[in-house]
């Protein structure tokens, strides 16, 4: 079987990879001069660093074992997590349950009971309890309003925005129960996966695994149009940057696009069908990333908690990794979910930077600007889904109504929260689905 896949990004490339192993020949076809998507990297002091950070939890088990059989194993190391929460003008641990009986601005009934809401998350298996009901208010409900206000709000907000109070309790269930398998014990620390030769080296040992096994990886081509005949998808019309655009006939095709990218790329689809994809909601992701000759905090992962900073999250690799990976420099993130209409997402890297540095003062007192070595400015469009209630109703199945035409994105990873374990997974699904189909055609 051919099989065209759109898309060079984790999902795309785990779904060609599964269809290699079973014998059938897919091509990647990805519009960017590289691979890896949402995970793609780029130089920082002669190493590779993502464009958005990335890391894995324990139950990431789906691109653990394919690192495992790319040979990546050894490099694949385990290390404990730095979590701060950055509120009423300090920064606070929040790596274990010990941390949270210690955090006075919450009374100490607040922070019992908060304490016991958490467990009962990690302990409930059933989902599906939690869909018809917004984390606003199942959380005002269960934890009250000050805990919620302190902990819960903002956390909603950095990832959602303004639409924070419309996104499901489901989501939320799945951050905390898939999060407490990063811990061996229960009251212990979380501990997170990294791949010391960055994602980058993961995705580049894909592309050299499809090809040896008879596939094919083309970057810099766009897909320009799906081609269905006969009632059913035949092939794909793509552009090689500087070439004339050609005609490609396939047994199947997979788009690992964003939906709305999906419906332009094949607007034959039923009406109600593009009329269920582009109501999703995406935001964006915007990073600002620093490249510093120190360290700005001793934390890895910084919430915070303060609406008067203008960015939602610190997230400071070199102290879940060596600075060494970057030649000694120290890297760090600052990140928000903007909608495309927002300022933050609108603005020049230098407009957003001069934004941002004002506020690093009151996150380490002692930051100056000529700690910054380099600075890179990211965007990636389509990063975060708006999860509502009753999700999962709204899912459009793999396979479209258009046979042996497939679509595979983030919006269809629920209850987990997207991210390249879920697209390793999917990728898979979906590559075993259309095989499945084409035997029994």
């Known amino acids: 079987m051919k099989v065209a896949i759109i898309g060079g990004g984790a999902l795309g490339l785990a779904a060609a990879y599964h269809l290699c192993l079973k014998g059938h020949k897919p ?17 920082v002091g002669g190493g590779l660093l993502e464009k958005g950070y990335h890391h894995l939890f324990r139950s ?47 009374s100490f009934i607040d922070r019992v009971r908060l304490g016991l809401v958490t467990l009962y998350l990690q302990k409930s298996k059933n989902w599906q309890r939690f869909e018809s009901i917004t984390a606003l208010e ?28 419309k996104v499901s309790m489901a989501w939320l269930w799945g951050k905390i129960y898939l999060r407490v398998a ?81 419906t332009r790329l094949a607007p034959m689809l039923p009406q109600d069908y593009q009329q269920r994809l582009s109501n999703v909601t995406y935001l964006s992701a ?28 610190i997230i400071e690799q070199t102290n879940f990794v060596s600075p060494e990976l970057y030649g000694g420099n120290h890297v760090v993130y600052l990140t928000n979910y903007p909608a495309t209409d927002e300022p933050i997402y ?7 930077l001069e934004e941002y540095l004002p506020h690093l003062s009151r996150i380490n007192p002692n930051f100056d600007r000529s700690w910054i070595v380099d600075y890179h400015h990211h965007k990636v469009d ?48 979906v590559a075993q689905l259309a095989m499945e189909d084409h035997g029994n055609r």
């Open 27 to 43: 091509e990647v076809f990805e519009v960017a001069p590289f691979l890896g998507g949402q995970a793609s990297t780029f130089e």
């Open 60 to 106: 990431d088990t789906d691109i653990v074992d394919l690192i495992h059989q790319l040979g990546l194993g050894p490099k694949l190391h385990w290390i404990e997590s730095k979590v701060g929460l950055f509120h009423d003008g300090r920064i606070w641990n929040f790596a274990s349950p010990k941390d949270l009986l210690t955090f006075t601005p919450l």
């Open 138 to 165: 199942w959380l005002q409900k269960r934890v009250g309003r000050r805990p919620y206000e302190v902990i819960w709000e903002p956390m909603l907000r950095g990832k959602f925005g303004r639409h924070c109070d």
């Open 182 to 262: 990063s811990r061996e014990r229960i009251w212990e620390k979380e501990k997170l996966g990294y791949p010391m030769g960055s994602f980058g080296e993961i995705f580049d040992a894909l592309d050299a695994e499809i090809k040896r096994m008879g596939g094919d990886v083309r970057l810099s081509t766009g897909v320009r149009r799906v081609i269905v005949e006969d009632d059913r998808a035949a092939g794909l019309e793509v552009q090689t940057r500087g070439s004339e655009p050609e005609t490609r006939r396939y047994d199947a095709v997979i788009a690992t696009t964003p939906s709305y990218v999906f």
């Open 286 to 313: 915007v990073l600002a990333i620093l490249v510093l000759d120190r360290p700005l905090t001793e934390k890895y992962w910084l919430n915070i908690a303060d609406r008067s900073i203008p960015f939602v999250g």
């Open 346 to 352: 609108q603005m020049t890297p230098d407009e957003l």
């Open 382 to 429: 389509a990063a975060q889904p708006i999860i509502g209630v009753n999700y999962g109703q709204q899912i459009p199945d793999l396979r479209t109504p258009i046979p042996a035409l497939y679509l595979a994105n983030t919006t269809q990873i629920y209850p987990e929260d997207r991210g390249t374990n879920y697209s390793v997974k999917l990728g898979r699904k």
